[in-house]
């Protein structure tokens, strides 16, 4: 696990709502909460891309910037490069994360699925209905995660943030100081 965080290649932080194709061995990254990643590699392209999409399902006629926001868009448009390079659906390994439930549910949305469920559903019927396999995943909970994608390898290291405790109702002042909010503890696994 050291080996993938402790390297020379160069690294990539992929953000909300963006995706990347790398054609060369690097790292991309991500920090996730309800949204979700799929990662895609082909070792025989010697090709890895990764996808953070933030809400399930794209609206019609949103076009291709404003549609990487959304996981069955994101997943479609990276289904199409690789087909465009001549990957087949077998050849290539299909990894998701993320999906947490990271803020409480309020009691009016008891019983109703999460932004983070639906996420988790989309995703898993876009690749689905395109054909692919999920080779392996973590996804859900209520800890985000941080996901580090190995381009020239496949190896994903996805690492579970701690769990925070939070008050109804808090949520907004959570939000906004979140930019001053570290975490130190984490669970690392290597898929």
Known sequence: MPGLLKTDLPKLSIQPGQLYLARRPMILQTILGSCVSATFWSARLGA????HG???????GTGPEEGRRYVDFAIRYLAQRFDAMGASRQELEI???GGADVLPVSSSRVGRPTVGAQNCRVAQETLEALGFSVLASDLGGTRGRTIHFHTGTGEVLAQRLTRL???PGTESRLLQS??????TS???HRL
């Open 54 to 60: 933030i809400l399930p399902r794209c609206p019609p």
């Open 48 to 51: 890895g891309a990764l996808c």
């Open 178 to 183: 979140a930019s001053t909010t570290e975490s």
């Open 186 to 188: 984490t669970t690392k």
């Open 95 to 97: 990894k998701l994360f």
């Open 165 to 167: 405790c939070i008050p």
